[in-house]
Nanobody
Framework: QVQLVESGGGLVQPGGSLRLSCAAS????????MSWYRQAPGKERELVAA???????TYADSVKGRFTISRDNAKNTVYLQMNSLKPEDTAVYYC???????????????WGQGTQVTVSS
């Protein structure tokens, strides 16, 4: 009933930029926090950045100053602008959103399918 669809991944050279998007659709009453995670081969999934419904943000130390998370509440969409990309940013990036489907519902976390980001020359 709720879907998160990511887009914007791809291959980029070191120092380059990419912008990821994640759109939520389906039965949605409200969206609380929205986040981006990533998982590199052989590593655990880690939080990259998060944004509350009020716009407060938090970032992993490894991406501070290079990545910017933002959201468009009218479109139920979260973005991740990634600049000065490094080879160690290579991973599958996943969108996560805490969504209430009705006024009576508690929030539940939903995941997107993931989008591959590869930073290589």
């Amino acid at each position: 009933q709720v879907q998160l669809v990511e887009s914007g991944g791809g291959l980029v050279q070191p120092g380059g930029s990419l912008r990821l998007s994640c759109a939520a659709s389906g039965r949605i009453f409200s969206i609380n926090a929205m986040s981006w995670y990533r998982q590199a081969p052989g590593k655990e999934r880690e939080l990259v950045a998060a944004i509350t419904d009020g716009g407060s943000t938090t970032y992993a130390d490894s991406v501070k100053g290079r990545f910017t998370i933002s959201r468009d509440n009218a479109k139920n969409t979260v973005y991740l602008q990634m600049n000065s990309l490094k080879p160690e940013d290579t991973a599958v990036y996943y969108c996560n959103a805490d969504i209430r489907q009705t006024i009576w519902s508690i929030g539940m976390k939903y995941w997107g399918q993931g989008t591959q980001v590869t930073v290589s020359s």
